[in-house]
Structures are given as C-alpha cells and as structure tokens.
C-alpha cells in the first residue's frame, strides 16, 4: 500500500512540473521576444486602424490588380520582414498565359515614400509551378525606409505597369 501512494505522489508531482515547465516556457516565448516595429508591421498597423474607422468593412494587407488576363494578387508578409528585408507574398492567376516565364525580380521596382530605391535587389523564389495559378515570395534584399511603400511589377501580359501601395502608420 505504501508504494501505490508513492508512484501516485510521483506521478502527481510529474505532472504538476510538467505544467509548471511548459507555462513558464509559454510566458518567456511571448513576453520576453520584442516585436520588431518594421515598416511592414506599421503597415499592418495602419492597415487596423483604417479598419476601425471604416465600420462594417474588412481591411486587409493584400492588394489585388486585374487587369488584361492575369489577376495579381500582392500581400507584404510582416512576420518575414525585418529592417534589411522586405518580402512579398505574390499570387498570378490566368486561363491564357504562361505564368512560368516572368521573373518578377527583373519586373519589380520599389520605392518607399517619393524615393526610388536602388540599393538592394529582389529574390523571386516560387512556391508552386503551376502556370496559370502561381505562388511565390519576392524578397526585397535592402534596406527598408520607415515610410509607404510602393510596389510596381511592369510588363506582364503586355500590361506596362501594375501599382501596389501601402501607407504606413502616421
């Protein structure tokens, strides 16, 4: 009878450190991790509060450009970015072009605000190879300015320019 209470206060005891370890590890992970306040994340930020101001709509990061025959869908990934790196998630849907032959890294200018950037390069990295329902990350590797960006992709499906603008938080 004496070891049945022994395993029982044994295996109370695990438990008991068990949870105490894992809460403890929750509350380290998330209080004591600072959230990096980039341009993409005052974006986000914006993006809320325009949100609250316009009652009964749903803002969102993603910025959508239709024209001719390939819809383009653009969303900044904030939990991607940082101050030296901004990426891009890009969604290129069609029934009639194939989608496999742009490089968007030699399609894609960005500026910050009235600047045009040349300090960095772009990495076009797809995540599907579909060629008509196309998913890839455009990272821009450079140094991101505190203030909006702009995103243009130029010449696809004979479209010259496609704008994509975010405002950062005022």
Known sequence: MNIK?????GGAIAIILFFGWFYIGQLGSTESAAKEKTTV?????SEQVNAKADEGTESTLTRIDS?????????????????D?????????????DLLQYQLNE????????????AGEF??????????????????????????VTLEIKN?????SRVFEWEKLK
């Open 5 to 9: 209470k022994v395993l029982l206060m």
């Open 67 to 83: 024209q001719g025959a390939v819809g383009i869908e653009v969303t900044p990934l904030p939990e991607k970015s940082s101050s």
């Open 156 to 160: 696809i499906d004979n479209i010259p």
């Open 107 to 118: 399609l894609a200018e960005l500026s910050f605000g009235a600047t045009n950037t040349t």
């Open 41 to 45: 994340n005052q974006i986000k930020d």
């Open 123 to 148: 990495e076009w990295e797809l995540s599907s190879k579909d060629s008509h329902h196309l998913v890839g990350y455009l990272k821009w590797m450079g140094p991101v300015m505190e203030d909006n």
């Open 85 to 97: 790196e901004l990426v891009f998630e890009i969604v290129m849907n069609t029934h009639s072009v």
